[in-house]
């Protein structure tokens, strides 16, 4: 299931979500309780984390036999309080090599300065979830940045059940897109927001857009598949009115490679890429030892005839020499006979 992975809002402002982007951010969200703040933890509230569920031994459900494989069946009641505790939460990656987890906890605590609850969990290849306990908050990091750590940029994914980070692939990012120009007529909100469903899922406009602040552009926020090219134009037809072409000015884009069709590194930079390569370059130098190896025993086939050849030759030259011998010997006996002859 691809995940909207993408820098963030792109400015420190208030940001005007549109409706149904909003609804589909928070669907089936409600706000959660601040619990447990300065209270102090037992030993026996740090076991059992910020699940506070009492458990029986006894009910828990009983484990069984699926072929050779052991399997266990999971209660609804605990499958959705799982669910329930993750429904704030945000994917984040960084690149931990060239920083650390708490440098990451302490910067994320000075930029976003959560009102509730809050928690960075790593879960690798630079992957971590960001739980909250607040709506408010989750719209503030969702919609707001980009978010600097240090020199980088943090990606932003809505977290989703199935998130795998081993099989992390997503070609969709929110992009700042800019209409430069846009007659004043148009900087109507529906108006924006159906313009920006041209290039993709248009999620809301920004501030200045919004109270007309600047009159050269005006800024819409859009999920777009950067797996397919964006045009540098669209047309808006206007109904009862002049149709009209319009520039298309798109913000900073993520790392997008073109092999794998995924955010996070160029194709210049692309591991699968690079592994089809070698494999090809190894394949090559195989192909090229085995038509080496062919050549040779060719050479060598060639050379043990000639020399069969040779032989055979050589043989039919001694038998001829013996043939030529025996005549010889043959006439000379003959002529030695006539000459006894004649002397009798």
């Given at each position: ?256 490679c073109e092999h794998c069709k995924s955010i996070g590194h160029f194709m ?77």
């Amino acid at each position: 299931m691809a995940n909207l992975l993408g820098l963030g809002a792109g400015r420190h402002q208030q940001f005007f979500f549109n409706g149904e982007s909003s609804s589909r951010v928070v669907e089936n969200m409600s706000s959660v309780a601040k619990s447990g703040v300065g209270k102090k933890v037992s030993f026996a509230d740090k076991v059992k984390g910020d699940a506070q569920v009492e458990v029986n031994f006894n009910e828990l459900p009983v484990p069984s036999m699926r072929g050779n494989i052991p399997s266990i069946k999971i209660s609804q009641k605990a499958f959705e309080r799982g669910i329930s505790y993750c429904k704030f939460s945000l994917i984040g990656r960084l690149d931990f090599h060239n920083i650390k987890l708490e440098d990451v906890r302490r910067m994320a605590q000075s930029s976003w300065n959560p009102k509730g609850d809050w928690k960075i969990v790593p879960l690798g290849k630079g992957f971590f979830m960001i739980r909250l306990t607040c709506e408010e908050d989750f719209l503030q990091i969702w919609g707001g940045g980009p978010w600097k750590f240090g020199t980088q940029t943090l990606r932003l994914t809505k977290w989703d059940p199935e998130f795998d980070p081993d099989e992390q692939r997503s070609s969709q990012a929110m992009v700042w897109v800019k209409f430069p120009k846009l007659k004043q007529q148009f900087w109507d909100y529906e108006i924006l927001m159906s313009m920006g469903k041209t290039l993709g899922a248009p999620i809301g406009i920004d501030k200045h857009t919004a109270d007309r602040e600047y009159g050269f552009f005006a800024s819409i926020l859009v999920e777009i598949d950067l797996a397919k090219p964006i045009p540098p134009q669209i047309l808006v037809e206007v109904d009862g009115g002049k149709d009209f072409m319009q520039e298309v000015v798109v913000g900073k884009l993520p790392k997008f490679c073109e092999h794998c069709k995924s955010i996070g590194h160029f194709m210049s930079d692309c591991k699968v890429l690079k592994n089809i390569r070698d494999k090809e370059i190894i394949q090559a130098e195989t192909n090229k030892e085995a038509n080496n190896r062919r050549k040779g025993k060719k050479n060598r086939n060639k050379n043990k005839e000639t020399e069969e050849g040779e032989t055979t030759s050589n043989g039919k030259d001694v038998i001829e020499e013996e043939n030529e011998g025996n005549e010889k010997s043959g006439e000379e006996a003959k002529s030695n006979e006539e000459e006894v002859i004649e002397e009798d």
